[in-house]
């Protein structure tokens, strides 16, 4: 099985930073597509940013310019580096993975099978 851990999270003021890590279990294989969602109650786990096995990355158009995702092999760990933060950031964030197709974007929660647990981001203005 492949076990994802988040970490990073926190409470930051507006236009502040947050780095964020995903750790894989290091008998997993690397993954094709790794990827970060969020979700607030009340509302639908929505893409962040997502990296395939060639470093191509996908971003939401919320986050583009703000939010970089990248990825360490040897280690099994996947990064989400979160600048100039809004409060619209606030949200707990997923880790996730998918091995099965070619196809990598985080516009389709559903296409991941493996999640952390997640980590907490609150950004106050």
């Known amino acids: 099985q492949v076990q994802l851990v988040e970490s990073g999270g926190g409470s930051v003021q507006a236009g502040g930073s947050l780095r964020l890590s995903c750790a894989a279990s290091e008998y997993a294989s690397s993954p094709p597509c790794m990827g970060w969602f969020r979700q607030t109650p009340g509302k639908k786990r929505e893409g962040v940013a997502t990296?395939?096995?060639?470093?191509?990355?996908n971003y939401a158009d919320s986050v583009k310019g703000r939010f970089t995702v990248s990825k360490d092999n040897a280690k099994n760990t996947l990064y989400l580096q979160m600048n100039s933060l809004k409060p619209e950031d606030t949200a707990m964030y997923y880790c996730?993975?998918?091995?099965?197709?070619?196809?990598?974007?985080?516009?389709?929660?559903?296409?991941?099978?493996?999640w952390g647990q997640g980590t907490q981001v609150t950004v106050s203005s």
């Open positions: 996730a993975a998918r091995y099965a197709g070619s196809w990598c974007f985080a516009s389709r929660p559903s296409g991941f099978g493996y």
């Open positions: 990296i395939d096995s060639d470093s191509n990355t």
